[in-house]
């Protein structure tokens, strides 16, 4: 899993937990009531609160209840709200100093030569990061591994099945997993049937997508910590071959 993912993955486990709790208190809660206050056949039934049938019934005000019942999700809520802030610095944490400003601490300043990331999931942290650049063009993706070691970027191509019956040589990226990298993505066009529109590639598996804007240069941080491969996907339609603009990662040891 990938630098956010790692937080995400963490996120992710905790809403499923309190949902699963939430679910439980509300459908045990349900069925006791359904059940336990159910008539038995024949029985002939008080009616202290003298419902009619066609008649709105009164209204039985608990300002106790109704608080409870209010502040205690709400306190759950702005718990969850809290929680699912903690990614957001390790997404846009900037590039740059890191000697000189504490807030570029996270991944600390690029690489020089033969200098690993030694990337820390638990805290998000890392040495230094690698840069590389992804281009989107209509209908591909190219890698552009920049001045990296083959050991740690390295590029080619593969057959991709995209249906049952039919494979096609997409492009393969090669990344070193627990090192951390940032991405530098914009759009190009190869000519008048093929301009510059937006792409947003999207790490399945990693979990992180960004968009790749023509004119402009976005950047990502892409951290694989899991060994194996996986696709990269485009998620903003980009016309005609959009589904298969496809891309493989391998990560390796
Ligand atoms: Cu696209």
Not at 40 to 67: A, M
Request: aromatic share 14%; with cysteine.
């Amino acid at each position: 899993m990938g630098v956010s993912s790692v937080l995400f993955w963490d996120l992710w486990g905790q809403f499923v937990w309190w949902s699963v709790l939430v679910a439980v208190i509300v459908f045990v809660w349900l069925m006791h009531h359904s059940l336990f206050y159910r008539s038995k056949e024949g029985e002939e039934l008080p009616n202290p609160d003298e419902i009619e049938v066609g008649v709105f019934p009164k209204d039985y005000h608990n300002f106790t209840l109704e608080v409870t019942w209010t502040v205690i999700p709400l306190i759950l809520i702005l718990y969850l709200t809290y929680v699912a802030w903690a990614p957001l610095n390790a997404v846009w944490a900037p590039a740059g100093d890191a000697d000189v400003d504490d807030n570029l601490k996270i991944y600390g300043n690029e690489c020089t030569v033969g200098q690993s990331s030694f990337f820390d999931s638990e805290n998000t942290t890392a040495n230094c990061y690698h840069k590389f650049d992804i281009i989107g063009y209509q209908w591909y993706w190219e890698f552009d591994c920049l001045e990296l070691d083959p050991m740690l970027c390295a590029t080619g191509f593969t057959n991709i099945a995209i249906n049952e019956s039919t494979e096609q040589l997409k492009p393969v990226l090669t990344l070193k997993s627990d090192e951390v990298y940032l991405v530098s993505m914009t759009s190009k066009s190869l000519g008048p049937d093929s301009p510059a529109v937006t792409h947003a590639p999207w790490f399945i598996d990693i979990g992180t997508k960004e968009d790749v804007v023509p004119n402009v240069i976005t950047t990502l941080w892409l951290t694989p910590t899991t060994l194996g491969s996986t696709l990269i996907l485009c998620t903003e339609y980009c016309g005609q071959d959009h589904a298969y603009m496809i891309a493989q990662i391998d990560v390796i040891a």
